[in-house]
T-cell receptor, first 116, second 111 residues
């Protein structure tokens, strides 16, 4: 089946540093990818839609200057959390729709971020 | 504003019990509804429902969509401890692939 990978799977960083998370579709091309954030015992909240070759679309309340998204190729999207603060600590998950199986979306394994 | 509501929010049952999880939605230009199971990591896909009244089945899990009632149910029969997870319902609109998620139902199956 379709596979989406994320790297790193977990990261601990100091407050004020930037962290880059990669999302790759391994056996299919994805012109669109989605980034979600999930706090403990809560549902997934969509942060932004990553579009290959154009600017990302951010959901209301998500700071685009803080969460930089780059969709450099048909298989790679990156999310950079800039000047991270402890409140950015969360589980970040990407997903990609697979055209050949309709709008079923495949999720990456997630990246757990802890900002000290 | 699009809304997806799941109930109950949490549920504790014993092994062998049957459970029914509910999902209702208010979405502009509905296209499909998806169910996911989430354990420790990212959600894994269970079902995609687009047509009303057609049951989808996979082992002990089954799901059906009622477009008239704007809702779906996910049934799990003969529950096992491995069914313990968060079950997420999400809706896709007609244009674009954005998923609107419900809050999830936390299911715990006791042995």
């Amino acid at each position: 089946g379709a596979v989406v990978s994320q790297h790193p799977s977990w990261v601990i960083c100091k407050s004020g540093t930037s962290v880059k998370i990669e999302c790759r579709s391994l056996d299919f091309q994805a012109t669109t990818m989605f980034w979600y954030r999930q706090f403990p015992k809560q549902s997934l909240m969509l942060m932004a839609t990553s579009n290959e070759g154009s600017k990302a679309t951010y959901e209301q309340g998500v700071e685009k200057d803080k969460f930089l998204i780059n969709h450099a190729s048909l298989t790679l999207s990156t999310l950079t959390v800039t000047s991270a603060h402890p409140e950015d600590s969360s589980f970040y998950i990407c997903s990609a729709p697979h055209r050949e199986v309709g709008e079923t979306q495949y999720f990456g394994p997630g990246t757990r971020l802890l900002v000290l | 504003e699009d809304k997806v509501v799941q109930s109950p929010l949490s549920l504790v049952v014993h092994e062998g019990d049957t459970v029914t999880l509910n999902c209702s939605y208010e979405v502009t230009n509905f296209r499909s509804l998806l169910w996911y199971k989430q354990e420790k990591k990212a959600p894994t896909f269970l079902f995609m429902l687009t047509s009303s009244g057609i049951e989808k089945k996979s082992g002990r899990l089954s799901s059906i969509l009622d477009k008239k009632e704007l809702s779906s149910i996910l049934n799990i029969t003969a529950t096992q401890t491995g069914d313990s997870a968060i079950y997420l319902c999400a809706v896709v609109r007609e244009y674009g692939n954005k998923l609107v998620f419900g809050a999830g139902t936390i299911l715990r199956v006791k042995s």
